[in-house]
């Protein structure tokens, strides 16, 4: 770990033609990294997230959510916003990345990702470390960064997770859904992820999540050796789906409704302490640093 945080820090990073280079030599921020990510669409991951935020930060947290599936933004539209600029436009050389983020109403800020924009689903290495340049200048302003990637095993989305120091792999009892989130917890595993934690959404009660958890928590003890945490369940309630039509995030608007006092609970878990399976801050690297160095 020590030798890799070395590399990084002498890692070079090519502003443009004609400029020169410019030495990454940041220092690594002491700010938590949670990627809040899925093997299936649907499951309810951007709502859950978008809301633990919220509730993370009503806990005196400095909040950076940032939407993580670059092409097909989505968390822009659960909180009622409509950006101007996104992370296009900081790909793209239109804007920076301050100009990029938005201050919600509810103590949030708001990264938001592009929607159909095709160059943004597969970025070439220039493109992509402009954007983790970028993306870098703000962890020194965060205490805690929650990443809401694309769901599925796609390249792009599993460098994002792995790259935090640790993931929330959401499910929910169908079978597809924890069949898939057991490949996602797999991939993760082969990248050398060690804080890896499932969260079972729209439930019908705790005992089903209860089951749903133990069925994955089987498999991977069994084939990988290894038992994610199970950090609770978030119980189906129709007022998700009603804040999610009114476009105002769920803990604004029903904030005793059952699946809000659950996400309550899941950020009091999330909150109590950084993982103790992760390394020491002094030896972190900052989460863009490792996303920059996952393929080299």
């Known amino acids: 770990m020590r030798d890799q945080a ?84 900081v790909v793209l050389g239109r804007a920076s990345i301050e100009e990029v983020v938005l201050q919600t109403p509810s103590g949030v800020r708001l990264l938001p990702a592009a929607s159909g924009v095709e160059e943004m689903a597969d970025l070439d290495d220039f493109r992509r470390e402009r954007l983790l340049r970028e993306l870098s200048r703000l962890e020194s302003t965060c205490d805690l960064i929650l990443v809401d ?84 369940h978030v119980p189906e309630d129709p007022t998700v789906l009603a804040s999610a039509m009114r476009q105002e995030p769920l803990l604004s608007i029903f904030p005793h409704s059952p699946a809000a006092q659950a996400i309550e609970s899941l950020a009091d878990l999330l909150l109590e302490g950084p993982s103790s399976v992760g390394p020491p801050l002094e030896d972190r690297e900052g989460l863009f640093e490792k996303v920059a160095n996952l393929d080299r």
């Open 149 to 232: 990637t694309a769901p599925g095993i796609a390249a792009q989305t599993i460098q994002l997770a792995a790259a935090a120091e640790s993931a929330l792999i959401v499910t929910t009892p169908e079978p597809t859904a924890f069949s898939d989130a057991y490949a996602t917890l797999k991939v993760l595993r082969r990248k050398g992820c060690r804080d890896l934690s499932l969260v079972v959404n729209r439930c019908g009660s705790a005992a089903e999540g209860k089951r749903t958890s133990r069925r994955v928590q089987a498999v991977a003890r069994r084939f990988l050796e290894f038992l994610p945490d199970y950090l609770g």
């Open 6 to 89: 070395e590399k990084l820090r002498h890692l070079r990073l090519v502003h443009g033609q004609g400029k020169g280079e410019e030495e990454f030599d940041a220092p690594r921020p002491d700010v938590r990294t949670i990627a809040v990510t899925s093997g299936k669409g649907g499951v309810g991951k951007s709502i859950l997230v978008t809301n633990l935020a919220i509730a993370c930060a009503r806990r005196g947290q400095r909040v950076l959510l940032i939407d993580g599936d670059l092409s097909l933004a989505y968390i822009d539209l659960l909180m009622g916003l409509i950006p101007k600029q996104n992370l296009a436009d």
